[in-house]
């Protein structure tokens, strides 16, 4: 089981930087995937970013590629997620969510673990 915590959210001005974090707990975060997903009101829960367990490969929303960075810190059991150039439509409560043994996916389905989330607002 994996119980996680998400950090780093708030109110930035456009074309600003934020860093989230998450925090987890459980002998199987070193062998899960990682997900960021957020939801803005009134919209679906959607793909952010996704790391597989060794850190070796990410994967990226079309939205947020060349802008956001995943990572992860095996040995601090933290994810990451570095948001650069942040535009308003990015506003949004973003969740971390892990995947044990699984690939790194970008579907809600194959997450079993979530955190509680974090706002994340960008004004214009």
């Known amino acids: 089981q994996v119980q996680l915590v998400e950090s780093g959210g708030g109110l930035v001005q456009a074309g600003g930087s934020l860093r989230l974090s998450c925090a987890a707990s459980g002998r199987s975060f070193s062998v899960s995937a990682m997900g960021w997903f957020r939801q803005a009101p009134g919209k679906e829960r959607e793909f952010v970013a996704a790391?597989?367990?060794?850190?070796?490969?990410?994967y990226y929303s079309d939205s947020v590629e060349g802008r956001f960075t995943i990572s992860r810190d095996n040995a601090e059991n933290t994810v990451y997620l570095q948001m650069n150039s942040l535009k308003p439509e990015d506003t949004a409560v973003y969740y971390c969510?892990?995947?044990?043994w699984g690939p790194g996916a970008s579907e809600i389905h194959e997450y079993n673990y979530w955190g509680q989330g974090t706002q994340v607002t960008v004004s214009s």
């Open positions: 790391i597989s367990w060794s850190g070796g490969a990410t």
């Open positions: 969510a892990a995947d044990p």
